[in-house]
């Protein structure tokens, strides 16, 4: 939430569509709670805040997901908008991994956030990736707040205050 808030407040991102991916071809379902639970989780996240929305948009796309797809069928019903990507320096260094690579980065904008222990210098050049210096640097993923779930470690001020009472009551991840 603080990165998608920083990139409204200081790029020129008008919102940013946090999207629900029912099945990210790059990771174990296994790990992940219901698509429903999570978009749940994404609404009490973001609460009342009037630039980013949830979107369950690829709940109607194929399965597994994959972000070109995503992007094109976004282009395609909302044309009048301009859609771009945000990313962690993890997922950039991985980027070649991706179906269609190749057109992500050549028709959409990049913005990337580093992580710390992911090289991003590859990318510098390129008109289209973004890479931002003046954001703050949180070493905390998904994969991170799950894993401290599951060990029984509290998350407490990891994630927004309604998400997190809504974890320990419901015991989504553990």
């Known amino acids: 939430m603080i990165i998608a808030s920083h990139m409204v407040e200081y790029t020129d991102m008008n919102e940013v569509w946090m999207v629900v991916s029912p099945q990210n071809p790059l990771k174990s379902k296994a790990s992940l709670a219901g698509n429903n639970d999570r978009l749940h989780l994404l609404h009490l996240a973001i609460g009342d805040h009037l630039h980013i ?22 282009k395609e019903k909302f044309p009048g908008k301009t859609f771009c990507l945000i990313m962690g320096g993890d997922n950039l260094a991985t980027i070649h991994n ?75 991840y553990k």
């Not at 929305?53 to 976004?74: A, G, K, N, Q």
């Not at 390129?126 to 070493?139: A, K, Q, T």
């Open 98 to 172: 991706w179906k269609n690579y190749e057109l992500l980065l050549r028709d959409y904008d990049i913005y990337v956030y580093n992580r710390p222990g992911f090289d991003t210098s590859n990318f510098e050049k390129s008109e289209r990736i973004h890479i931002l210096e003046d954001i703050p640097m949180l070493d905390i993923s998904a994969t991170f707040i799950r894993q401290a779930l599951k060990a029984g470690k509290s998350i407490e001020y990891l994630v927004p205050e309604a998400v997190f009472k809504y974890l320990s009551e419901y015991n989504i």
């Open 53 to 74: 929305r949830p979107s369950s948009i690829e709940f109607s796309l194929p399965v597994p997901s994959y972000t070109i797809d995503t992007l094109t069928y976004l």
